[in-house]
């Protein structure tokens, strides 16, 4: 094997060590926003692969386990979740910074990572008594 394709292939290791399964963070305030279950690369004649983004929702991980897995989970995501069985794509051209987390240029509050805790906050949490973080009634 050349040399080029082993530091190639040690590359990759990399981005799969470096960004799978880490947990994703809003630079601005450092919450976190979800986990990259999943890496989109694009794929280009006589070139190597190009990092397009990072994947998130429990389908990818589903993927990542069997097809047909990921068709189940769909189903009952359209069914009962929140996302409506669908995932979501960060461009990389997002990502700011890569170690133990990834420090992603998103909003905390208005990503669609975040709508699951956002959802329960409105229909649940909120109505909790003697809660005052989640917009309840009491003061």
Not at 32 to 58: H, K, S, T
Not at 59 to 67: D, E, Q, S, T, Y
Request: proline fraction near 6%; aromatic fraction near 6%.
């Amino acid at each position: 094997m050349p040399q080029s394709s082993s530091r190639s292939a040690m590359r990759e290791l990399g981005l799969v060590r470096e960004v799978l399964d880490n947990e994703l963070v809003a630079r601005k305030d450092r919450k976190a926003v979800g986990m990259a279950d999943g890496v989109v690369l694009e794929l280009r004649d006589g070139q190597p692969p190009r990092v397009v983004g990072i994947e998130c929702g429990f389908p990818v991980l589903a993927r990542r386990i069997h097809p047909r897995i990921e068709k189940w989970v769909r189903a009952i995501g359209r069914r009962w979740g929140v996302w409506r069985g669908r995932t979501h794509r960060i461009p990389w051209s997002r990502v700011r910074a890569v170690g133990i987390e990834i420090e992603l240029d998103v909003d905390a509050k208005t990503s669609p990572n975040t709508a699951w805790e956002r959802w329960l906050v409105r229909h649940w949490i909120r109505h909790i008594p003697g809660n005052h973080g989640g917009g309840g009634s009491a003061k």
